[in-house]
Nanobody
Framework: QVELVESGGGLVQAGGSLRLACTAS????????MGWYRQAPGKQRELVAT???????VYADSVKGRFTISRDNAKDTVYLQMNSLRPEDTAVYYC??????????????????WGQGTQVTVSS
């Protein structure tokens, strides 16, 4: 069983900051990508940022220069530091990870897992 648990969401005023964290736990052999997506009401889920096991990052254009993704491989945890928040950043933020569960056995097959989501609300 693999689980991703997010924390750190909340309500903040425009221009403020929040830091999200997500920890993977369970029967895991290895973790490849970790990242964050978000979904605002009435919109599709969209990529926010991802990071590989060696620290290569990808950001959505809308968050470049404001958000920073990082990870602690020893803790199987990914972080999202969000600065200069805007009302349009309001959404449910989902943690995601591509990892190899121990149940893959010798195949080392990779699967994508999702967290339950954490609400971020930015007031104007």
């Amino acid at each position: 069983q693999v689980e991703l648990v997010e924390s750190g969401g909340g309500l903040v005023q425009a221009g403020g900051s929040l830091r999200l964290a997500c920890t993977a736990s369970g029967s895991i052999f290895s973790i490849n990508h970790m990242g964050w997506y978000r979904q605002a009401p009435g919109k599709q889920r969209e990529l926010v940022a991802t990071i590989t096991s060696v620290g290569s990052t990808v950001y959505a254009d809308s968050v470049k220069g404001r958000f920073t993704i990082s990870r602690d491989n020893a803790k199987d945890t990914v972080y999202l530091q969000m600065n200069s928040l805007r009302p349009e950043d309001t959404a449910v933020y989902y943690c995601t990870s591509e990892l190899v569960p121990k149940t893959s056995g010798n195949s080392r097959a990779t699967f994508r897992y999702w967290g339950q989501g954490t609400q971020v609300t930015v007031s104007s």
